[in-house]
């Protein structure tokens, strides 16, 4: 398998794209074809588990990398990380709907899926490009990255890992995630502003030649945790070709038929891995691209027109509140053919004037496979407190997102295709605002109080590693201008 960059050739082994995480040129990695799963192969794989299914489509994208070596990952990422050996499991919530619940992992959100490997894939990495140097880890985050990248490269060899994340954009479960982190090689850093500021920030030092310098003095360099790393988008194309095999093997879709996705979406990573998924063989029908009040993709795919220059609302999702989707540009990538010029200009007028428009044939062509909806936190609420009366499931505001959203393309199309929900976190990461969602009284000033209260209110457990973020203490305090950040990064590895 070979990687090319997005605004321009270059190739690349599977090491290579994952250790760099970022081409020199700003592009983002992308395989030059997409490996194929038949039916057959694929009622192959519904006869194994999560992590045979993970090593086998995975091996298909990582082609450098031995059969002893992905096991070595994938037995590292999911045994014994999980709260069970099906870290991706199906619910169902009747009307032909399933949750593909993705937050069963150490840090309660979808990111675990694939932040619990990528160490393993990068290390691994590493000794096959370069053996003497450390990575460091850059990472804007809207709040569950930065967590689970934490989690994951904390105290790992030849790594160190600085993440930044909004001070304001991110929840108070969140943030204490974050700043409560362990670790000899990791750093927190709040930052004056909003996830894209910080997520711009971040592929600015990418791109520092002075920074370079700096870090090969000191025989560093850069690699990312953000979607932007092949590394990260990989593996979660694995959960959704799980999902199609769970169907399979329950009876529920049939040879030749097919579902519908509904992903929460904000950088378009996760939603984007289902695309990647269909490209392979899964027989995904429509993607179902649902939004906050920061709809930015839901424009987009009606109009054709992306366009950034809107205000930037602070929600109740916060994970989705981004107006720049670094992960659209792989999809652009694809859509027009492969077209690396075309790419590296539509990238290059959102820098210059923060939008740009598809031409119709292209436009045409992304709404035959996607819908856009977006809901606000009103709707989110509404969803949250229906299905739990209806059906006793407990759901994040990002998944109360999705679940409106599915509501509102039913309607609209009539289409009672069977839907798979991408559930992206546990409601207890955002209890206050579940709870507003679920009952009228006065919620408790403290947090693990509301966490309590959620419990009981439910009849579900709190998570084991929320509730034992108890009495940790804050080892995290900095907080910095977005101007401010590569210093940031300076002082924390000369330490």
Same mark, same amino acid.
């Given at each position: 398998? /070979?990687?090319?960059?997005?605004?321009? @050739?270059?190739?690349?082994?599977?090491?290579?794209?994952? !250790?760099?995480?970022?081409?020199? %040129?700003?592009?983002?990695?992308? &395989?030059?074809?997409? &490996?194929?799963?038949?039916?057959?192969?694929?009622?192959?794989?519904?006869?194994?588990?999560?992590?045979?299914?993970?090593?086998?489509?995975?091996?298909?994208?990582?082609?450098?990398?031995?059969?002893?070596?992905?096991?070595?990952?994938?037995?590292?990422?999911?045994?014994?990380?999980?709260?069970?050996?099906?870290?991706?499991?199906?619910?169902?919530?009747?009307?032909?709907?399933?949750?593909?619940?993705?937050?069963?992992? *150490?840090?309660? !959100?979808?990111?675990?899926?694939?932040?619990?490997?990528?160490?393993?894939?990068?290390?691994?990495?590493?000794?096959?490009?370069?053996?003497?140097?450390?990575?460091?880890?850059?990472?804007?985050?809207?709040?569950?990255?930065?967590?689970?990248?934490?989690?994951?490269?904390?105290? /790992?060899?030849?790594?160190?890992?600085?993440?930044?994340?909004?001070?304001?954009?991110? $929840?108070?479960?969140?943030?204490?995630? #974050?700043?409560?982190?362990?670790?000899?090689?990791?750093?927190?850093?709040?930052?004056?502003?909003?996830? @894209?500021?910080?997520? $711009?920030?971040?592929?600015?030092?990418?791109?520092?030649?002075?920074?370079?310098?700096?870090?090969?003095?000191?025989? #560093?360099?850069?690699?990312?945790?953000?979607?932007?790393?092949?590394?990260?988008?990989?593996?979660?194309?694995?959960?959704?070709?799980?999902?199609?095999? +769970?169907?399979?093997?329950?009876?529920?879709?049939?040879?030749?038929?097919?579902?519908?996705?509904?992903?929460?979406?904000?950088?378009?990573?996760?939603?984007?891995?289902?695309?990647?998924?269909?490209?392979?063989?899964?027989?995904?029908?429509?993607?179902?691209?649902?939004?906050?009040?920061?709809?930015?993709?839901?424009?987009?795919?009606?109009?054709?027109?992306?366009?950034?220059?809107? *205000?930037?609302?602070?929600?109740?999702? *916060?994970?989705?509140?981004?107006?720049?989707?670094?992960?659209?540009?792989?999809?652009?990538?694809?859509?027009?053919?492969?077209?690396?010029?075309?790419?590296?200009?539509? =990238?290059?007028?959102?820098?210059?004037?923060?939008?740009?428009?598809?031409?119709?044939? =292209?436009?045409?062509? =992304?709404?035959?496979?996607?819908?856009?909806?977006?809901?606000? %936190?009103?709707?989110?609420?509404?969803?949250?407190?229906?299905?739990?009366?209806?059906?006793?499931?407990?759901?994040?505001?990002?998944?109360?997102?999705?679940? !409106?959203?599915?509501?509102?393309?039913?309607?609209?199309?009539?289409?009672?295709?069977?839907?798979?929900?991408?559930?992206?976190?546990? &409601?207890?990461?955002?209890?206050?605002?579940?709870?507003?969602?679920?009952? @009228?009284?006065?919620?408790?000033? @403290? +947090?693990?109080?509301?966490?309590?209260?959620?419990?009981?209110? $439910?009849?579900?457990?709190? &998570?084991?590693?929320?509730?034992?973020?108890?009495?940790?203490?804050?080892?995290?305090?900095?907080?910095?201008?977005?101007?401010?950040?590569?210093?940031?990064?300076? $002082? !924390?590895?000369?330490?």
């Amino acid at each position: 398998m /070979v990687y090319t960059g997005t605004r321009g @050739d270059a190739a690349a082994s599977s090491a290579q794209a994952i !250790a760099a995480g970022i081409v020199a %040129d700003g592009g983002l990695f992308v &395989p030059r074809e997409f &490996p194929q799963l038949t039916a057959a192969r694929l009622a192959e794989l519904a006869q194994l588990d999560y992590r045979s299914r993970a090593a086998a489509v995975l091996s298909l994208y990582l082609t450098d990398y031995t059969a002893e070596e992905i096991r070595h990952c994938v037995d590292g990422a999911y045994c014994g990380t999980f709260e069970h050996d099906a870290p991706a499991p199906l619910a169902d919530i009747g009307e032909n709907r399933k949750m593909l619940e993705l937050w069963h992992g *150490p840090t309660c !959100a979808f990111k675990d899926l694939a932040l619990q490997i990528l160490p393993y894939l990068l290390t691994t990495a590493l000794n096959k490009v370069d053996k003497e140097r450390t990575a460091v880890i850059l990472v804007a985050t809207s709040g569950d990255t930065g967590k689970a990248a934490l989690a994951g490269f904390a105290d /790992v060899a030849k790594t160190r890992i600085i993440v930044f994340y909004p001070r304001d954009g991110v $929840s108070d479960m969140q943030k204490l995630q #974050m700043t409560t982190q362990k670790g000899d090689n990791v750093a927190v850093c709040a930052i004056e502003g909003n996830f @894209d500021d910080a997520q $711009s920030g971040v592929k600015a030092i990418f791109a520092d030649a002075g920074m370079r310098e700096f870090l090969a003095d000191r025989r #560093m360099v850069f690699s990312s945790a953000n979607s932007i790393n092949f590394g990260r988008l990989a593996p979660q194309i694995v959960y959704y070709v799980s999902a199609c095999c +769970d169907l399979l093997r329950s009876g529920e879709l049939t040879p030749g038929g097919g579902f519908n996705v509904v992903v929460p979406t904000g950088n378009f990573g996760n939603i984007l891995a289902a695309v990647y998924a269909k490209r392979m063989g899964v027989p995904i029908r429509k993607f179902i691209c649902a939004s906050n009040a920061n709809n930015v993709l839901t424009d987009f795919i009606r109009t054709g027109v992306y366009d950034r220059n809107r *205000p930037f609302h602070t929600t109740e999702s *916060p994970s989705m509140d981004i107006l720049i989707s670094s992960n659209l540009e792989r999809y652009l990538y694809h859509l027009s053919g492969g077209d690396a010029e075309f790419t590296a200009a539509k =990238m290059a007028e959102l820098r210059q004037s923060g939008r740009y428009e598809l031409p119709p044939v =292209m436009r045409d062509a =992304m709404r035959e496979e996607f819908y856009g909806g977006c809901a606000d %936190d009103a709707a989110g609420r509404a969803a949250i407190a229906e299905i739990f009366r209806e059906r006793h499931y407990l759901c994040d505001t990002h998944t109360a997102v999705a679940l !409106a959203v599915c509501g509102q393309y039913r309607k609209e199309t009539g289409d009672d295709t069977t839907c798979v929900i991408a559930s992206t976190a546990s &409601p207890y990461k955002f209890a206050p605002a579940v709870l507003r969602a679920l009952t @009228d009284r006065e919620l408790p000033a @403290d +947090d693990f109080a509301k966490l309590e209260l959620l419990s009981r209110l $439910s009849g579900t457990a709190v &998570p084991a590693s929320l509730a034992a973020l108890r009495g940790e203490p804050v080892r995290h305090r900095a907080c910095v201008p977005r101007a401010e950040m590569a210093q940031f990064i300076r $002082s !924390a590895l000369q330490k």
